[in-house]
């Protein structure tokens, strides 16, 4: 009986060392776009209404000022004559921003942005009046209206406020009507290219790789961004239906990405040191003064006065000691390695900076 059970989990161990490399394998539309198949940009311009006293300022926003009397006058209200009589906080001018999603028809609808453009302080209860969105192209395609939500919280007392979130910018589900299509039919096309979202030839050639095995001697890597399909006489839409769900290992470049501000550091697994030696340590002084009271006894005819007591202290690095690094190692090995030193975030930053300045890091080096 124990054999047996010996017997099961090895088996077991094994069948898990044998799937570990396809716990690496993607699928091929996770990492790939096909080109021509994107988002689009839309910007529009409006006003928002029904603000409890939180909008702009009409005599500081002429824009909204004048949004506000040509609107009027389209609806057949005439203000020009009472412009100084203005004085109305409800309202805001806007700017509105919503992506159109590839094939999107007539009549479907789509998520928009509103970003307060005056001084308007809180945009929370408005309503987003109707507003033209366009592309770059200057045409018009989608037109959005609707009450937006911020989820912010803003609370303003006589001594003090409180606020929670971005109360000038919002959002509005759904809140737009796509009123004009993109011009792309997939269905018609007899070549297609598949874009990787994070170039690399590697990947590019196992892609091409998978692809072939499965479906036939269709694809070719072009470049570490791109493979190429000739479909002939195959169906575009059955095709990518087939390929998108095949599964390749991807590719990762060597790269280490530092970020200065918030002393980020994040390093991909392909990172590889030369044999470098590695020492860190920092000479620290530590002034402390203490002053104590001298108090006389009682009887006699001394004064109480104040001694000074200074304390200091030299930290010169002693217990830091000079680490080496052998070829080859590995990001483990790196990490532990600077780890054991007591290296912290900003310490490692330079540490990386100077061995990539000795050559001896084999990796990218990004610092942002």
């Known amino acids: 009986m124990r054999k047996t059970r010996l017997t099961a989990a090895l088996v077991a161990v094994l069948w898990s060392i ?41 005599n500081n926003n002429v824009f909204t000022r004048e949004s506000l009397i040509g609107m009027l006058e389209r609806l057949g209200v005439n203000t020009r004559d009472q412009v100084t009589a203005l004085s109305t906080k409800n309202l805001a001018a806007v700017m509105v921003t919503a992506e159109l999603p590839p094939f999107a028809r007539s009549g479907s609808r789509i998520d928009i942005a509103v970003s307060a453009l005056g001084d308007a302080t809180n945009l929370t209860g ?9 592309a770059a192209d200057g045409e018009v395609y989608a037109v959005g209206q609707g009450a937006i939500s911020t989820g912010a919280v803003a609370v303003r007392g006589a001594a003090s406020s409180v606020t929670r979130g971005v109360p000038t910018a919002g959002r509005i589900a759904n809140g737009a009507t796509v009123e004009r ?15 990787l979202r994070n ?14 095995r499965a479906i036939g001697p269709i694809a070719k890597a072009t470049d570490p961004r791109t493979v190429q399909l000739n479909l002939a006489n195959r169906d575009p839409i059955e095709t990518l239906g087939l390929l998108e769900d095949l599964r390749v290992e991807p590719d990762d470049s060597a790269v280490v990405v530092i970020d200065e501000a918030s002393g980020t550091i994040v390093m ?9 030696a590695i020492a860190q340590g920092n000479l620290t002084i530590r002034v402390t003064e203490t002053p104590e009271v001298s108090q006389p006894d009682a009887l006699s ?13 030299v930290d010169d690095g002693h217990d830091k000691k000079l680490g080496i690094l052998n070829g080859g190692v590995t990001l483990r090995d790196l990490v532990a390695s600077l780890n ?29």
Not at 181 to 195: A, I, N, W, Y
Not at 268 to 276: L, Q
Not at 345 to 359: E, F, H, V
């Open 18 to 58: 044998h799937l570990l490399p396809a716990l690496a394998e993607v699928r091929i539309k996770d990492i790939v776009d096909v080109e021509g198949v994107r988002e689009n940009q839309l910007i529009g311009y409006g006003l928002v209404v029904g603000l409890n006293g939180t909008g702009d300022k009409l």
């Open 126 to 134: 408005g309503t987003l009046l109707v507003t033209p969105l366009l």
């Open 268 to 276: 991909g697994a392909n990172v590889r040191v030369s044999t470098v």
């Open 301 to 313: 005819r001394g004064r109480t006065t104040v001694v000074p007591r200074t304390s200091i202290q």
């Open 199 to 212: 170039p690399d030839l590697t990947t590019a050639m196992r892609i091409a790789t998978a692809i072939n």
């Open 340 to 368: 054991a030193l007591g290296v912290g975030p900003r310490d490692m930053i330079s540490i990386l900076q100077s061995i990539k300045a000795a050559g001896a890091l084999q990796a990218d080096l990004e610092v942002r």
């Open 181 to 195: 299509e993109v011009p792309f039919q997939l269905s018609k096309e007899s070549t297609l290219r598949l874009g």
